[in-house]
């Protein structure tokens, strides 16, 4: 395997610049259930049947118990080594960013400071008439109080983005001038389905310019063909035995 990296581990000796997209499978290892595993049900109910704003005006009650389940085990959950690797990667590359489509905020709790969620963050909440975003300390919901109220009189729904709902335009606008400012050397691609086209584009975008484009998935995605590396294992050995390498810290494995 490690003779198969040796173009990728020398440019990332030599890089500058890392992009890193995340998805669920990269806090698959920490135990938090992934949108479309088996183990993303919930009362058989899909996520992707509660993940939407229709289903949060039918049943606000069972969308938030959905949302308060997943807090549960998330506040359980540590980050893994590969949230864990990633961090140090922020240390050691000069222009690093991670574009994460997860809420559960465990690449912050590694120690990723320069984190982009695309799609909000399970913690937070937000009044559905006046837009305020509340933090966990400033208004905490509790499941004797479902749905909770805001200040204002509105419901207070998860802020994040749901099915049918756009990106938050900061988090765009900052991933769109990393990759423009230069192109990264690499772009990293870990634990998504990347059906989404704004995860596609990034990605192509990278590669079209010159840089690498890793895979890193047990499974095949629409990426995978056209990634320069395909990884096909979970992120926390995949990403252990890249750091080894680029390190040098073990033989070739
Ligand atoms: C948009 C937050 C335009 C909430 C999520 C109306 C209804 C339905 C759909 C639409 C609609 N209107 C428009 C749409 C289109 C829709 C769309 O594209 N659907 C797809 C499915 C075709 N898109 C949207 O609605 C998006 N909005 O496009 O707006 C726009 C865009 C930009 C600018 C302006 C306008 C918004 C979608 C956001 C939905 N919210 N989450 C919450 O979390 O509660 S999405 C949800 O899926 C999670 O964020 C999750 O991260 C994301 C993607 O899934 P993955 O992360 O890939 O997770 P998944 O389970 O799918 O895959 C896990 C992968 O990991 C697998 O490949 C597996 O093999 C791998 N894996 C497993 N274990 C490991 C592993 N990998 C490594 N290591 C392991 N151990």
Not at 58 to 66: A, F, G, N, Q, Y
Not at 179 to 190: A, D, K
Request: aromatic share 10%; hydrophobic share 40%.
């Amino acid at each position: 395997m490690a003779g198969e990296l040796e173009a990728l581990i020398d440019e990332m000796k030599k890089a500058r610049k890392i992009f890193v997209i995340t998805g669920a499978g990269v806090s698959a290892e920490s135990g938090v259930p992934t949108f479309r595993g088996k183990d993303g049900l919930w009362r058989n109910y899909d996520a992707m049947q509660l993940a939407t704003p229709e289903a949060f005006e039918r049943d606000p009650v069972l969308v938030w118990e959905w949302y308060l389940w997943r807090r549960s085990l998330i506040a359980e959950a540590e980050p893994n080594p590969a949230h864990k690797i990633l961090a140090s990667w922020e240390e050691r590359y000069p222009d690093f960013l991670i574009a994460t489509q997860n809420v559960d905020r465990l690449h912050q709790r590694a120690g990723n400071r320069h984190v982009e969620e695309i799609h909000g963050n399970i913690w937070e909440t937000r009044c559905t008439r006046t837009g305020q975003v509340y933090s966990p300390e400033e208004k905490e919901v509790r499941g004797d109080h479902l749905p909770p109220e805001s200040p204002a009189g509105g419901l207070l729904r998860p802020n994040v983005v749901w099915f049918g709902e756009i990106l938050p335009t900061g988090p765009l606008e900052r991933i769109n001038s990393f990759l423009s400012s230069s192109n990264p050397n690499v772009c990293f691609v870990i634990g998504t389905s990347a059906l989404f086209y704004y995860i596609q584009s990034w990605a192509v975008t990278v590669k079209m310019r010159g840089g690498l484009l890793v895979e890193v998935n047990p499974d095949t995605t629409p990426l995978s063909e056209i990634s320069d590396f395909h990884l096909e294992k979970p992120a926390a050995p995949a990403l252990a035995l890249i750091d080894s390498l680029v390190s040098g810290s073990t033989p070739d494995s």
